[in-house]
């Protein structure tokens, strides 16, 4: 292992500063070019406040060869027991999306650097600080020696869900090819599902594409009713909120090209919404949900084939759809290719550190001592299904 000492060292920029911000822009444009790893999380980092944002560059004999981009943010730690949210523990999160980004000529220092850069946000927490790594992905030092849980790292870490495959689908040049690429009985479903929903809403579905700052309100009007009526919005307390805020959000995704959402209309009527960007020649499925009451159709799946279909029509402008963070089986069945990777909480070795380590970790051996629970007595999937139901019932 390199002397510390002979390692380029991290440098904290400051976002408020003019001149630092717009070198921090350069390096982040040039390690693009370089770092394949470079997405639209990191692209969407430059269109935040200052005070959010925290920029650490790897400098090395006076040149920039890394970069790491945090967004800093007052939020509340949520205690959920399986799909029920308890409360919640307010903290300063600091979130590292996917892993430091590095020029190549540094590439076989990246487990030192990267041990160097969480020893360096240790420090610079504040007091109810905690660190955050979205989607750490499974082909970096970063998820090495997060998963080791060594002790000689400056946090505790606790995973945030379960180590995941983040499904995606390599686009082909035609649709058909795309579903010859999956199993058999998916190949059937889909099919059957199309025809059958299309039937039942006597040939009226159609897709929308909402990709312009004009498009936006009509957009949320249609896609807000279907989210109301989900579970995610009731349980989980997700869903399209704060309209204000999505507008503002949708707005400068659209003034970047990147906005591409959908919704999907049987007799007029909105049945399921997806939201999305397309940056790098990638689609983000960041949200997608349905109406429950066609939930037979799997009116989810009907809608994400016509975007397929839209996306391929591009004529090469998208090459990938990335279904995002978490996975299910559903996800597993419509992908083609797949990378694992996994969330996770770093709160520092201080006593306010240990404090909040040590509720989410009761919390959550509570919440898995419970699934298995119901698991073993084969209750889980009614509970969840009963759940979901009285969600569905609450909605006004």
Same mark, same amino acid.
């Given at each position: 292992m390199p002397n510390e000492r002979d390692l380029p060292h991290w440098r904290r920029l400051d976002a408020r500063n003019p001149g630092?911000?717009?070198?921090?822009?350069?390096?982040?444009?040039?390690?693009?070019?370089?770092?394949?790893?470079y997405s639209i999380e990191h692209e969407r980092f430059w269109f935040r406040e200052p005070d959010a944002m925290r920029i650490y560059a790897c400098e090395k004999d006076g040149a920039s060869v890394g970069l790491a981009l945090l967004v800093g943010s007052r939020t509340s730690l949520p205690l959920r027991l399986g799909e029920v949210t308890i409360g919640g523990i307010p903290v300063e999160r600091q979130s590292l999306s996917g892993c430091p980004l590095f020029d190549p000529s540094v590439g076989p220092l990246e487990a030192p650097l990267t041990r160097q850069l969480l020893t360096r946000l240790a420090k610079d927490l504040p007091r109810d600080g905690v660190g955050f790594a979205w989607g750490a992905r499974a082909d970096t030092p970063l998820y090495e020696l997060l998963v080791s849980h060594s002790e000689r790292l400056p946090f505790r870490v606790v995973g945030y869900g379960e180590i995941y495959h983040r499904r995606l689908i390599d686009l082909p040049a035609r649709y058909e090819d795309y579903l010859?690429?999956?199993?058999?009985?998916?190949?059937?479903?889909?099919?059957? /599902?199309?025809?059958?929903?299309?039937?039942?809403?006597? /040939?009226?579905?159609?897709?929308?594409?909402?990709?312009?700052?004009?498009?936006?309100?009509?957009?949320?009007?249609?896609?807000?009713?279907?989210?109301?009526?989900?579970?995610?919005?009731?349980?989980?307390?997700l869903g399209l909120r704060d309209r204000d805020a999505q507008v503002a959000r949708f707005s400068n995704a659209a003034r970047q090209g990147w906005l591409r959402c959908y919704v999907l209309f049987g007799n007029?009527?909105?049945?399921?919404?997806?939201?999305?960007?397309?940056?790098?020649?990638?689609?983000?499925?960041?949200?997608?949900?349905?109406?429950?009451?066609?939930?037979?159709?799997?009116?989810? /799946?009907?809608?994400?084939?016509?975007?397929?279909?839209?996306l391929i029509a591009l004529g090469g402008r998208a090459q990938r759809f990335d279904f995002m963070y978490g996975d299910n089986t559903n996800k597993e069945r419509l992908s083609t290719t797949a990378r694992l990777e996994g969330n996770f909480y770093l709160f520092p070795r201080t006593v306010r550190g240990l404090f909040t380590y040590s509720i989410i970790e009761a919390v959550n051996r509570s919440s898995e001592l419970a699934g298995r629970t119901l698991q073993r007595l084969g209750t889980k999937s009614a509970i969840r299904k009963r759940l979901r139901q009285w969600a569905r019932k609450r909605v006004v």
């Open positions: 630092e911000l717009e070198a921090a822009r350069a390096l982040a444009r040039r390690i693009a070019d370089l770092d394949p790893r010859a690429g999956l199993g058999a009985k998916t190949r059937e479903d889909l099919r059957r /599902n199309e025809r059958r929903l299309g039937e039942a809403t006597k /040939n009226t579905l159609r897709i929308e594409v909402y990709d312009s700052i004009e498009k936006i309100p009509a957009f949320l009007d249609a896609a807000t009713v279907v989210s109301q009526k989900s579970y995610q919005w009731q349980l989980l307390r007029d009527t909105p049945l399921a919404f997806m939201v999305g960007f397309l940056f790098g020649g990638t689609y983000s499925s960041e949200d997608i949900a349905y109406d429950p009451d066609w939930q037979k159709f799997s009116v989810g /799946n009907v809608l994400h084939c016509r975007v397929i279909r839209d």
